[in-house]
């Protein structure tokens, strides 16, 4: 290929994954509008689903988010009563996050969320896990190299 050719935006993978991030939140927002919740709240609670009581910290990584990125959001969900934010008793500088009862009453209608992407998504359930392993595994190549 020549350095046109490799110029070109379309050729980009940056820019494919970066259009495809943008509409998948776009598809996103709809679903999420009646529940009140931005995209990466909706991430948040994913993460607190599959476990509860975890620091900043470790939902950071867990979103690659930094702990700059994390506090307002985490602060905004516990303005929305979604979450508790409470200092560790083993150690002080820990922030531990946790679900409320409120959060932890929107699980089951959230898990409706998917479903619907997929349906209007138009893939088959093997492509989107094909294509889901496919970015984990760039994820983790790219994660390598930083």
């Known amino acids: 290929m020549n350095s046109d050719e490799i110029l070109k935006l379309d050729n980009q993978l940056c820019f494919a994954l970066y259009a495809a991030n943008r509409a998948m939140t776009k598809m996103y927002k709809p679903l999420l509008d009646p529940f009140s919740l931005t995209y990466p709240q909706y991430l948040v609670l994913l993460v607190l689903y599959e476990r509860d009581k975890l620091t900043v910290n470790e939902l950071g990584d867990r979103l690659y988010l930094d702990s700059g990125t994390l506090t307002p959001l985490l602060k905004r969900m516990e303005q929305a009563k979604l979450v508790s934010r409470q200092r560790s008793s083993k150690d002080e500088r820990k922030v531990l996050i946790s679900l409320t009862a409120k ?21 088959e359930p093997t492509q989107i896990v094909e294509l889901r392993e496919t970015l984990r595994s760039l994820v983790d190549r790219l994660q390598k190299n930083t």
């Open 103 to 123: 959060a932890v009453k929107l699980k089951e209608s959230l898990a409706d969320v998917p479903m619907t992407l997929f349906r209007e998504y138009g893939c």
